[in-house]
């Protein structure tokens, strides 16, 4: 049934990969709107965007009209190190299901931090070197991004501080001392190195922590010491501009083969994986050179797409970060917490809201125990431990790949498997021992979150 | 200074990847010493190891005469789902070093197992279900081997039955929770499902077992079952001829680029990853086509090759295995409870063994915080967390690599880096928390093993 000429994992030639990222922001029609200063209400500026940010980083976020940014010859010499990422022809998972459908998936995994966040780790830690800065600060809640943003830092000889929430902190050693391998301070936030720190434990002595807290200290600690900036892992155009490498990637060993997917299907969280993965795909879908079905999957215990509105919101929960135009919950939205299995963000990308928006994206949501039986299924045929957050992806392909055999369609199907799950054995532990329960939103759980947003005229 | 017209990582295509596997005793000179029944002390034949072991296994184990076997095409099927794996030019690590060596390392990581280990398991679990076997009982300490006898089995839809040693499985939950993911059964070791480990917990109640504990138990689990056999994922003939892939594929990948190795490094344990690199390299040194240094590397903590003697002893602690001619520290032998870095066996498998007696291998041992230094220097640089196993390689080679600073010569180093070391963050914290101590042992310490060696004519 399957055609063997294309070999199970296509590998690109080094002299077949992107000298340049895609800004598919410079083919939308519509463009994402601007970031809002969350005190004037007015689009922020690269002069007010420049303590917080690296000033390359801020140039990248606000130019929507150039199509493509080389990548430094640094950037694509470390790129060398861990990519091209395969682009798997799932062959044993075909036949395994009996489906006329050809699956596909470009496969992020494969380097230590364990997903495709170092893409964008190491462009961030490059202009941040280049300008001379000492060092930057991030977040991180699950510990990719913080783990992707060592090893870059690493690399470049830049220090690295990292505020981690405080309860992933001592759930997930780890992951903290993987950071710590690559030379990186890990702080458990909320802490008392900053002001912001030392006011939340003073108002709760017990907490765990949150993103929103940990991102309030990063940017405080990068504000106040010379030399540092603070970086964002997702949502942040730039972030998706890097992460165009994985679709242009896919898109060059499709088109070498001849293959013209039918589907494209990646989970969103922020949307720096999926914005990547289909930033070429929609760029020739906006201008008419082809089509191609496009399907964001959400969990139901985060649906920003399928249930947020479409509206100006803050990016943090600490309501100090910018405002941005997108499907958001409410800054003060939290999944509750039995839901496990990431993409935990309140608000969305603003290119893919837009995309959303315009029609241009379909959406859709998935519940985690769905999730965690489609990752079991996938690892036991195709010999990967899925994250959580990639199997979102891997949930709606298995669907759809099952629905040919019914149809008898022969579908080319193409998903996104961001990342391994090495460091969330704990969640699959819940699910093996039938531990797991479901978290769905109420509608009132909703309007409480969407009543707290800000009225902006946009 | 680098000759980048060598990629970064050198992927075979499918259509270059090795179609038989290589067995090196065929063109040894002096074959390794027959395994001796631990009663009678005749030679094992194919009769009495056929309760234990698969059928076709016991005839690789025996043959030391054909050079190649076919490897079966649904092996090979598998193989492609993560292999090639990549030799990979480790420019970025040269540079860093400022050495004008060339560093090659064979990379077998970028699998869920973790290692090399799948390679074997691949096999094994193949010819089980080929001999219409239920299921398949192993032992496994880290769980590297576990790990991917579980995704063997899972993909021919074999029975596991996975004996782990009680600390390790409390000790990394999150390895077990792999194993059950790819539906095997794992218990700790000993357990009260066998003779063998009731006894032992009668007389221990508090034990945290043993790999030889472990060894005993699924020995006796696959022997009373109907339908079962025990496998092995390291030491024995089968699993050198299986791990020659890693050769084969690296000698091919070298070839490709005309590219001759001065020396080829690789941790031993009981030397399965050791001998399938070497495998293809030491038979042409043998038949005097080519020559290579061939160096490898043991823990100070359990200096099989550099202090053991070479004689027949027992398999394991248990004493209820076969004895095999090889190096050995006495099977009652057990590195110190700090010794954190994994290659902790007692014995080297028996090819090895011989080669080393012959003269054709070096052996050197290195300090686990030596070990641990490097594996950090190396992660920072080319982006790989490695296992602590794999980082005694590693070791080496740096400083080989050093050396070459001061002499000037351009050495081509190629070692093997058999896996990630994910699942030991714990070794890794001790280290950064300036906690990790070395364990030498003293000749008295030695002299007690070697003490307990039965005595054999051979």
Partial sequence: MSDKKIPYKIYLEESEMPTAWYNLRADMKHKPAPLLDPITKKPMTAEALAPVFCDELIRQELDD????FEIPEE???FYKMYRPSPLV?????????????KIYYKFEGN??????????????????????????????GAGQWGTALSMACSYFGLDC???????????????????????????????????????????????SGSLGCAISEAVETATKHEGYRYVLGSVLNQVMLHQSIIGLETKTALDKYGIHPDVIIGCAGGGSNLGGLIAPFMGEKIRGEADYRIIAVEPVACPTLTRGVFAYDYCDTGMVCPLAKMYTLGSHFMPAANHAGGLRYHGMSTSLSQLRADGLMEATSVSQTDVFAAAEEFARVEGILPAPESAHAIKVALDMAKECIVTGEEKTIVFGLTGTGYFDMMS???FHNGQMTDYIPTDEDLAAGFARLPSIDS
Same sequence: chains 1, 2.
């Fill in 428 to 430: 699959y532990e819940k």
């Fill in 111 to 140: 380097n230590t931090s364990g997903s495709h966040k170092l893409n964008s780790a190491i462009a961030q830690a490059y202009y941040a070197k280049k300008q001379g800065l000492v060092g930057v600060t991030t977040e991180t």
């Fill in 161 to 207: 501080k990292v505020y981690m929430v405080k309860g992933s902190y001592e759930l997930k050693p780890f992951r903290r001392e993987v950071m710590r391998t690559y030379g990186a301070s890990v702080t458990p936030s909320p802490s008392t190195e900053t002001e912001v720190g030392r006011r939340i434990l003073a108002e709760h002595p017990g907490t």
């Fill in 75 to 77: 950037i694509r010499s």
């Fill in 89 to 101: 022809r799932a062959y044993c998972l075909e036949e395994k299901l009996g489906t006329p459908a």
């Fill in 65 to 68: 009209t150039t199509p493509f």
